[in-house]
């Protein structure tokens, strides 16, 4: 079989399908961890806790974004552009639309290549962050540098393809694969974030607001 | 020290990036771009090139009523009329109605549809692939 109609059709419902189910399985892992006895429970009041993710998703909004400015720019740069452009670049829609049926708004091309090379810029520097600093170092399984090379990866195939520099069809399956390892990867790796970021964001913050009685980071 | 080179350091990376690839960001605007058709107002990307006598003889076994068709509005039903084949932007405009597609959409299920469907019939086959066709 053609290897692009391979990676484009049945793998793609493969990544998903272990997406899916993977983060059922680590969902319900946490449900039962959660009826430990042991665990200790913030109060019920939902304010510190909803402040908390509210606070986290807003850029400077806590002390530790604003200790750090440049990483902070820059994550908070990457996590839009790495999340908006593959959304509404408009070849992208257009497959989507030729599957689905859904049509939306498209970025312009001149756009998202902008943001394209920004995630490369970021993707490097995090991974610099990650071997420099030494208390992020400690704590980066190779998994988080697999994570930033598959990204990287990901992005640069995808900007080679568009531009057609180099061969097109290798350029497109790596494109396509790389991506499909990453969305296979998000519930086994700190990609994980996607999904779980309000609930240890909603836990930290009603445990430093209501029972330590304390701002969190 | 250390920290006061961080930031100029990445900006140059940063700008180094667009430097190298700033050939295909700015491309677009100095080149004349692809080729005006009157189906299409602004092309986002470059016109495919069709190649007729290829269809033609690759797929004489199967007839011209594999892509030529007109809508037969009693039976409600797409069918092929000898004799009355007509180039796609005929019918299929820039904006789809609701009984007739776009001309983008209409092109692309007819291309890599049938594209699609050999390479499932494991026969040779036409791109699948965007860039394969909107060549630059």
Known sequence: MDFYEFVRGPLAMVSFAILM?????RLI???????????????????????????????????????RPLFTSVTVLFHLCALLAPLFFFSHIVLWFESYGFLWKALSDGMADIMTLFVLFACIFFFVRRMVI?????????????????????FLTGFL??????????????????SEVLIAMIPFS????MIVYPFSRYYMGADFGTVLKAHDW | ???????????????????????CLFARENKTGPEKTPFFSDLKRPAPAFDHPRHETGLSDKGCGICHHVL???????VYAEGEEAACHQCHL?????????????GHEMCTGCHRNLIKEKKPAGPTTCGECHRK
């Not at chain 1, 700190?190 to 974030?193: D, E, I, Q, S």
């Not at chain 2, 037969?72 to 797409?78: A, H, M, S, V, Y």
Request: hydrophobic share 50%.
């Open chain 1, 21 to 25: 189910i993977g983060t059922c399985f």
């Open chain 1, 29 to 67: 892992g946490f449900f039962i961890r959660g009826t430990n006895p042991k665990l200790l429970y913030p109060k019920e009041n939902l304010t510190h806790g909803f402040m908390s993710i509210a606070f986290g998703l807003i850029p400077f909004a806590t002390r530790f974004m604003r200790q």
């Open chain 1, 134 to 154: 030494p208390e992020v170092r400690m704590v980066s399984r190779t998994s988080d540098f697999l994570i930033l090379i598959l990204i990287f990866i990901s």
């Open chain 1, 161 to 178: 393809a568009f531009h057609q520099l180099g061969p097109y069809r290798p350029m497109l399956i790596t494109h396509i694969f790389s």
């Open chain 1, 190 to 193: 700190r990609l994980w974030h």
């Open chain 2, 1 to 23: 020290m250390k920290q006061k080179l961080l930031l100029p350091a990445l900006l140059i990376i940063f700008l180094g990036i667009l430097f190298i690839f700033q050939p």
């Open chain 2, 72 to 78: 037969d509005k009693t039976l409600n039903k797409l």
């Open chain 2, 94 to 106: 820039k904006e789809s109605s609701n009984t007739v597609p776009a001309l983008r959409e209409a």
